[in-house]
Nanobody, 124 residues
Framework: QVQLVESGGGLAQAGGSLRLSCAGS????????MAWFRQAPGKGREFVAA???????VYADSVKGRFSISRGDTKNTVSLQMNSLQFDDTAVYYC??????????????????WGQGTQVTVSS
């Protein structure tokens, strides 16, 4: 059974930091992109960052310079270091794995595997 399991969410103050982790099991994800999406209350799912199978890194403009995505050595784990958190970063964060073409790396429709999500709440 293929699974992605997120951890590390919680409550942080504006300006603070949190680190999310995602562990994949049931298959090797070395040939997959691994990404983070988020969904705020009443909004659609939004792309945050991706670590591509070829090594490229892609960020949403809204998190560029504040968030950093990294893959573990086994390529089955991915982390998201979130610094300078803002109130608008409050959302459920999802880990995803897939094989999108570059044009679709920010589209949630092209990812095959999803975690259950972890809540991140930023207080003002």
């Amino acid at each position: 059974q293929v699974q992605l399991v997120e951890s590390g969410g919680g409550l942080a103050q504006a300006g603070g930091s949190l680190r999310l982790s995602c562990a994949g099991s049931g298959r090797t994800f070395a040939s997959y992109d691994m990404a983070w999406f988020r969904q705020a209350p009443g909004k659609g799912r939004e792309f945050v960052a991706a670590s591509r199978r070829g090594g490229d890194i892609v960020y949403a403009d809204s998190v560029k310079g504040r968030f950093s995505i990294s893959r573990g050595d086994t390529k089955n784990t991915v982390s998201l270091q979130m610094n300078s958190l803002q109130f608008d970063d409050t959302a459920v964060y999802y880990c995803a794995a897939g094989r999108p073409s570059f044009s679709y790396v920010k589209s949630d429709e092209t990812y095959s595997y999803w975690g259950q999500g972890t809540q991140v709440t930023v207080s003002s």
